[in-house]
């Protein structure tokens, strides 16, 4: 008895240590997590510093110059508005008056480093007003992570480069509705944010209706002392910028210019004009007003502060007169509220909100004329909808703090030890959010135009005698290995019409087509597959664009010696510096690898491998058969062109396989329902079945469909089980 007893606390003090031990790692995993996280901030904000201060006087603080530079408008005697560059309110001028041109020389660094402090603060404060309770966690690595998204936004920096004011009073008004405890303080803080941009003053209303009234006196108070003694200091000024510019509409740039992000500029662009446009404005800023402090008011109360901060301050710039690319901070702080149910769809949300504010609108949607009207509104209409239509949650909600889970796959076991090397990487059942997905590859495909475009110096033609030696030497190889068939192949089909036209019209009809369908049709049918397809073209692609940063290559349509007729787009002028620029928007240089025949190969392994019948897998082989004819029939691409389309696909699949594991292999299984006594046993409609169901879904409601495939689950297998214990998931 006594060594058992023994024994008992030696066990008890072994897991006590145990557990002691675990925690210490968790806690130590989590310091360098955020120090990490913090370094990255420090990085991103030495580059905007270095940015700004790197650039040479005259294109850099080019509004901070207009002000104090030595013709400023508040340096030289007269009034601040005599030309229309200066936009901010007469309390504004009075604050930056003092300023001297003896101090502009210092006050570019002074206010850019103050510019980057005010960031800093401005991220600290947001992250303390996350909604409680945080977790630990989410506590330590909010401040960096919300420094580092600032620092990257377009309003950032736009106000870094430009020297503005526009940081100030979004810290004003968080300090005053998070931060200070007194509510006279806080309105005080607000009043004078209010003074700097009027707009702010929609915040009055949201104290008010929320029980801060004496905060929202204070903010009216402190609004009209701060206006009454700037128009005391400046009656000529004041008169000019309240009464004969209606508070400050007309000063600036073009009012229907892209960088008017209100509705004003909105309406303006899209051919309004007069009192038309006038009334239309005023009508439809009431109603986002009115929207827009509802819901920040419910918000506020339900216990989410900088939520309904942020709808408020998008409700503002929306109805403002002109808001500035620097003004349009407010939408990204509408990050912090959470939509949707699913666990999948949690990020769409914040993923849609930082592409906005981080990247150019180009980048976002495709350069179509229909697609205009939504490009060039895209930040707006991020701020609409964070003031009027977004469901976000409430706290009282189930799904807030705890959203449908996905489902997973149980793990593959792998041919090696260390695959996969990220475990944590797991097969998800249910399929991906599509709005987020069509976002990531809007994205990805933007920047993959982008990053090839670049490849040869930014043009088509900067590294044209480079990518014609490289071309030299492809074929110097083909002829060393007797597969230099560009110029047989291509004068014979030249000499059959329909076949010309065939290969044509498949060269620039199936390049994207074919993919998209595949990815389409996976998504839709098998989510599972869908993800480990998807990552491998991405893979697939990512290394195409190292080939095509390394290697610049000109086809054998673009050598002019080889004779090569370019049957898509006609005879080239070799004669001009230029020949070869047949777009703006690709590098006609990037041959090596061929994506055009590396994602048909990519779409004919895909179907070759998930497609149940034979015929369709041959099918499927078909397509990268056709293609890579093509690409040599049109003078497109070098046989070796082909061979490289070839190693980046089966490279895009092996780190796949690495990083992944292998694929989640399936079987499909039909989904029933539980029969009522006395009732036929039947088998539920595959369209009504819901992949995600609500907690508490009655026991009769179909089985749910945990892979999104229409009443099929799809449930992972390792090494086959017996036939008894094929269940459904």
Known sequence: MANAEHSGRAAEAFAATTAATTAGTARDRLHVARLGLWLIATVLAVRQLAAVLGTPRGERLTDLETWVGADGVLHVEGSLYDSTRFTGTPFAGLVLKPLTRAAEQALGWGWTFGTLLLVVALGLVAARALPQPVGRRTALLAAPVAVSLLMLSLPVRNTLWLGQTSIVPVLLVLLGCLAVRGQRTGGVLVGVAAAFQPTVLLFVPLLWFTGRRRAAASTGVTFAVCTALAWAAMAQDSYTY????????????????????????????????????????????????????????????????????????????????????HQLLWVLLAVVGRVGRRASDRYVWPVAVVLVMTLPAKMMLPNMAALYPLRDNVVLLAALAAATAVPFLSRTSPYYASPVPARHAAPVPARFRHVPLLPFLRRVLTRPNLLLELLLIRVTYAAYSKVRLAATGGSNSAGRARAEEHGHQILDLERFLRIDIEHAVNHAVVKVGWLRNFFDFYYTSFHFVVPLTVLGLLYWRRPVDYRWARSALGFTTLLALVGFWLYPLAPPRLMPTLGIIDTVHGVQDFSKPDYGTLTALTNQYAAMPSLHFGWSLWCGLVIAIIAPKAWMKAVGLLHPLFTVSAIVATGNHWVLDAVGGALVVGAGFALTYLFQGPRARTTTVLATTAPDPGTTATAPDPGTTDPDPDPGTTAGAPAPDPSGTGGRAEVSSGPPAPAKDRTPS
């Open 242 to 325: 309240w009464v004969h510019h209606m508070a400050g509409v007309g000063l600036g740039g073009a009012a229907d210019d892209l960088a008017n992000q209100s509705l004003h500029g909105a309406l303006l662009r899209l051919g309004l004009s007069g009192p038309l446009e006038i009334a239309l404005f005023l009508a439809l800023g009431a109603v986002v007003a009115v929207l827009g402090v509802r819901r920040a008011v419910r918000y506020a109360r339900d216990g989410q502060p900088l939520l309904a901060v942020a709808i408020t301050g998008c409700a503002a710039v929306t109805v403002s007169p002109t808001t500035w690319q």
